[in-house]
């Protein structure tokens, strides 16, 4: 069972170290209800170190680098920002309600977010402020420069790189990390695996995120 200080921080475990950032902590988290796997786009922990130092940074409460290794980076007693805008889950789960089906067919991502935040877990996915974040390193692949369309220009061109990369696969002593934690985590906050979830299907990221980490 993980063992958890009054500032929050897993203590006494020889697989957890800490390397908390004060940055990227927004507020007391009342209740946690879910967890969040995603990947980082980086190839190493250090960058990820390094943006954690900027006063807007988003970031996660946990780390796992390419050799396994599991970092602390937020206290469990913080909220991060992490998630995003949240996707309907009753659209993803096909169990709508006829009301809801009729507002999303002319809202825009705010609007449902906003009205996904007037539900609870598990009628809606884990937010920004009841969840905690398990960054993974992993490089997305951006698609070759010829298959860009070329009359893409400026943003749209960011865009359409961002959602034709390809995350790369998550490793081996990352698995086991990402098992251990999971494991260890929802045991120690009674969450159920069920509300252990991808970025990509809980907000609007590209959909290769995490898409190979796995847990049981
Ligand atoms: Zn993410």
Redesign the pocket.
Known sequence: MLEIDQQGMVIHNTQVTPRRSLMIERGRMVQVQGIVV?QTNSSSEKSVFNSYQNPKANGAHFLIAKDGTIYQTASLLFKTN?VGRLRSRCLAEKRCAPADIAMQARAGYQQIHDSEMSKSVPARYPSNADSIGIEIVGVAIPPAPGSIPSSLQGRSRERYIEEHSTYEAVNGPQKMSLQYLIDELAQFLSIPKTEVHR?PDVSY?NRT?ASTASWQ
């Open positions: 995603h992490h970025h990221k995120e």
